[in-house]
């Protein structure tokens, strides 16, 4: 049997990424993707075999802009800016793109589903992100300890930053967003304060 070629794969995979950026996941059904692109519903299913998997790729794609949006800090030299720098970019991805963000973190189940590819393509944010610790501690610019603990731990305030901000939580009462990026340099500056020898 021919496998189905690329072309109308790459386009329902267009499509179906916009949807997620323009009104969410739950928008998605795999009749109404054949529709907008006036191919048959059994077109869809040669390409994804449900909504899930389908899903699972919109991930990956989000995944891999992450990575792609956090790369450019890494050439900085200073270690601080460069934490610095992957911080704003990351807490500006998941707000700029949270449908996706949530579709990548919360709305799809992907342990136990990627191969070693698709692993590394996941892991790809939190590498770059656990070489800047290392290349920190290495040069002496950050306090001596565990690179895997303080990727944990950056990890996490930016997470936490961006759900709560995306909720509207952040900062506390409401405000405007430039009472919002406030509070991110300062969680930002507290942070480098943390990593100091």
Do not use: C
């Amino acid at each position: 049997m021919t496998p189905p070629s690329e072309a109308p794969r790459a386009k329902i995979l267009e499509e179906a990424i916009g949807i997620v950026y323009r009104h969410g996941p739950r928008r998605i059904t795999m009749r109404s993707l054949a529709e907008k692109l006036g191919y048959s519903p059994g077109t869809i299913y040669l390409h994804f075999r449900n909504k899930q998997e389908l899903l699972k790729e919109i991930a990956l794609h989000g995944f891999d802009a992450l990575g792609d949006a956090v790369a450019p800090a890494h050439a900085l030299e200073d270690p601080f800016e460069a934490i610095a720098e992957t911080a704003r970019r990351y807490i500006d991805f998941g707000l700029e793109h949270h449908a996706l963000y949530r579709l990548m973190f919360h709305d799809i189940p992907l342990t136990g589903q990627l191969g070693p590819v698709e692993q590394a393509r996941v892991a790809r944010t939190w590498a770059l992100g656990r070489t800047l610790y290392e290349r920190g501690i290495a040069s002496g610019a950050f306090r001596q300890s565990d690179p895997e603990i303080e990727a944990n731990i950056g990890w996490a305030w930016v997470h936490g930053f961006v759900e709560l901000a995306a909720s509207g939580r952040l900062p506390a009462g409401g405000g405007l967003p430039r009472r919002l990026r406030a509070v991110r340099d300062a969680m930002i500056e507290a942070r480098l304060r943390a990593l100091r020898p």
